[in-house]
């Protein structure tokens, strides 16, 4: 632990701990994380590099969920397109899953990570995918058409409060907010 | 700070009164500070002892292990099992130190301690008559096998059975011990330690239940938009979660087009389920009397056949003795299996459907222990061939009829413990040497067996109320039932890995948590009835015992009386023919 503050610049990890829902020893251990997920020789200068996406999928927080492609690509600013992330990207998802984080912004990044086209609603075939996500790969696990008809158009009547037949930013967030599960289930701690 | 600078010493009044305010301010973050840092501090020892003792708890590796494999419906089973284990040895100790030990002390003589008996001058003789005969002389080998599995012979004449406790009171020091009330009071305070502890373990889960049933937003959104639990990491309990997400999503799914389809139920339809419904009812009554009556006639049976033992071999008597215990068993394994096919026909709710098959297994379970009960108190109570007229009760052929109660709930208890024994080794690792060795398709089909929690749930309930019932007439049964549950725990663990395959039907928890400790509750409640009855009646049996002595006493002095005139009269006749011939 004391190796890696000495690694870390002392006013990066003032600004990350302004910057972020995130305490002091939360970011080091994060900083440790992430450096090990280097190869050696890159672990001096970790705050700049990037980690390709399969090394972060190695991570035991992240392997066994099903959305860690969309947690990936929704917190990755890689311009190439590979969802890579940096250490500030890797902080930045840390402090969204934090039990810090307000119940506005986790319920903003739910809805991005949720939202598989990217379009900023989250339409029929996103629902479909959120649920084939959670009932799990393979096919005996998947419902059925009907069964998938009947979930969606009952998600649909609870939330969308227009009646346009999708769900955006403000009618998730009211549902969300109204959800007693969803603030200890929306949580990673390292 | 500023007072340093200022050279003429007082320095104006602001300057004073800024000075005050800012030594307030420094007094007081010195006392913030202080309490800041002893509540730290004591928040740091704390969490070290939460720490420590949370190393001294049972098996809290083996459940938690459970729990990442099988989920945390069979994990409320092993915790439900350890909670027993906990609750038995507590009563055991509490039975022991009050009432055995001190008889222990007193034999041994320690602290100068001494006895002295009950004293039988107040109550009729015939009453207090009671001479177990232990094993005396030459005996077959096979009769310490018969003793130990049916608690007759060497084991009635230990401190197991209530005929043992024949002390009125024990002299420790100078300190006088009353022993029956000793024995008394321990009994209320086991059963008022159970109820309190079930109730306290039941609040939780109540509280749960009722903010769960409560909240109408167990709904669709919530459990789409916050199903998945970030938080897990191991890829078992990744499946598990995939599965009961599945499972919850299909069943809410289902139950809503069965409701949407009962409300579409024309009137023929409605009178058709209800008189179904209406006839199976009646069906499951049957099957229940038929239960109630087989078993007692088979406990009449087998107290009439034991009394007179001495012409029967080793095999005979043992099955004669166990007739009762096999025919509860038999029961309780035919009995869910039928209730379970019938309740198809009576297109109810899933959850519903559940419910109410458990409810008649509980019951069954329960009042079959009842008609037991029921049919011993008639034989005891059985006036009609022998006189029991001075004691209230048959004593010519149960001398001791607490000690013969306790000998039935032992044979119950140590044949439950084989029955489970037999059934993992006989059924369980068979099926699995099958299903993984032959690949004939019937037997793919068939496959391993589920663990079903609820059924292990009212067995090991089944036990538990037998313990409390029997511990009143045998204060070292939950010793027994302790070391019991103890393998037990081991034998369904062992099961569970080696020979169960998962549940296709995940069950949720909390509900089902608070479900099982109701049902120990009613177990607790129903032990309660056969508790007090039988302390009522020692009471109004002693004072029948009381009243016929008495009796004796009058009887007694008439006859002196008669007596002694007929002296008088033959004295003055005397005297009267001195008189007469001088």
Not at chain 2, 52 to 58: H, K, N, Q
Not at chain 2, 76 to 84: D, E, G, I, K
Not at chain 2, 541 to 556: D, S, T
Request: charge should be neutral.
């Amino acid at each position: 632990m004391g190796g890696s503050a000495s690694l870390l610049p002392r006013d990066a990890l003032g600004e990350y701990q302004e910057l972020t829902f995130l305490s002091k020893q939360e970011i080091l251990l994060a900083y440790k994380r992430f450096s090990e997920l280097l190869p050696k020789e890159e672990r001096e200068n970790a705050c700049s590099r990037r980690v390709p996406k399969s090394h972060i999928l190695t991570l035991p927080e992240l392997r066994a969920n099903p959305f860690q492609h969309r947690i990936c690509h929704v917190f990755s600013t890689s311009e190439a397109g590979d969802d890579s992330m940096s250490f500030e990207d890797f902080l930045d998802m840390l402090s969204v899953f934090s039990d810090s984080a307000t119940s506005d912004i986790k319920s903003h990044y739910a809805f991005r990570i949720f939202d598989f086209d990217d379009d900023g609603t989250l339409d029929k075939k996103d629902l479909e995918q959120l649920v084939n996500c959670l009932t799990g790969q393979g096919e005996e696990s998947r419902l059925s058409s009907t069964e998938m008809e009947q979930l969606i158009q009952n998600i649909l009547e609870e939330s969308d409060i227009d009646k346009d037949g999708t769900i955006n930013l403000s009618e998730f967030q009211h549902v969300v907010s109204r959800s007693p599960d969803f603030a200890s289930s929306f949580k990673i701690i390292l | 700070m500023r007072g340093q600078t200022d050279t003429t010493g007082m320095g104006t009044d602001e300057e004073r009164k800024g000075d005050f305010q800012q030594a307030d301010i420094k007094y007081l973050s010195r006392w913030k500070k202080w309490k800041r840092s002893s509540s730290k501090s004591l928040k740091k020892i704390l969490s070290e002892a939460k720490g420590v003792s949370s190393y001294l708890v049972l098996w809290r590796h083996d459940i938690h292990s459970i729990e990442g494999r099988f989920g945390t419906g069979i994990q409320s089973y092993f915790s439900f099992l350890r909670f027993l284990v906990l609750l038995n040895f507590i009563i055991f100790i509490l039975m022991f130190s009050f009432v055995t030990l001190p008889i222990i002390i007193s034999n041994y003589g320690i602290f100068n301690s001494t006895i002295a008996k009950i004293s039988s001058k107040n109550i009729e003789y015939n009453c207090t008559i009671y001479e177990p005969s232990g094993n005396k002389g030459l005996v077959y080998f096979y009769t310490y096998l018969q003793d130990l599995l049916s608690g007759t012979g060497i084991l009635e004449v230990t401190s197991l059975f209530y005929g043992y406790y024949t002390i009125d009171t024990v002299w420790i020091s100078i300190m006088r011990y009353n022993l029956p009330l000793a024995y008394l009071l321990a009994t209320f305070a086991y059963l008022a330690l159970s109820l309190l502890w079930i109730i306290k373990r039941s609040v939780g889960g109540f509280k749960q239940n009722l903010v769960h049933d409560a909240d109408p937003f167990q709904s669709y959104c919530n459990k789409v938009f916050a199903g998945w639990d970030f938080c897990i990491t191991d890829p078992n309990a990744a499946q598990l979660k995939h599965r009961s997400l599945q499972y919850e999503l299909q069943m809410d799914l289902e139950e809503e087009r069965l409701k949407q389809k009962i409300a579409d139920r024309t009137i023929k339809e409605k009178l058709r389920i209800y008189s179904l419904r209406i006839f199976i009812n009646i069906i499951v009554i049957a099957v229940l009397s038929g239960c109630f009556y087989s078993i007692y006639r088979v406990t009449v049976f087998s107290q009439e056949k034991s009394n007179d033992i001495s012409n029967l071999n080793f095999q005979a008597s043992l099955l004669v003795q166990y007739l009762p215990s096999i025919v509860i068993t038999l029961a309780n394994f035919i009995g869910p299996q039928i209730f379970s096919f019938l309740i198809k026909f009576e297109d109810y709710l899933p959850a519903f459907e559940i419910i109410l098959t458990l409810m008649r297994c509980v019951f069954l379970r329960l009042a079959n222990i009842a008609v037991l009960l029921f049919s011993l108190w008639s034989q005891i109570s059985d006036c009609a061939a022998d006189k029991c007229e001075p004691c209230g009760y048959n004593y010519k052929l149960y001398p001791c009829w607490e000690s013969d109660v306790g000998q039935e709930m032992y044979k119950l208890m140590i044949f439950d413990f084989i029955i489970i024994l037999a059934f993992t080794l006989f059924m369980d690792f068979p099926r699995k040497l099958l299903v993984t060795h032959c690949s004939c398709k019937a037997i793919q089909w068939w496959g391993l067996q589920e663990f079903s929690i609820s059924d292990s749930v009212l067995e090991i309930i089944y036990g538990q109320t037998i313990c409390w019932i029997g511990t009143f007439f045998s204060p070292l049964l939950p010793a027994i039932a302790t070391v019991k549950y103890f393998i037990i725990f081991y034998i369904k663990k062992i099961s569970l890995i080696h020979t169960r395959k998962p549940a296709d039907k995940p069950i949720r928890a909390s509900s089902s948590n608070f479900f099982f400790l109701v049902v120990l509750l009613i177990g607790l409640i129903l032990a309660f009835i056969p508790v007090g009855v039988s302390i009522a009646s020692l009471v109004m049996f002693y004072f029948m015992a009381l009243a016929g002595a008495h009796k004796r006493v009058v009887e007694q002095l008439r006859e002196q009386l008669v007596l002694e005139s007929r002296d008088k009269m033959f004295l003055i006749r005397k005297i009267t023919e001195a008189q007469r011939h001088p």
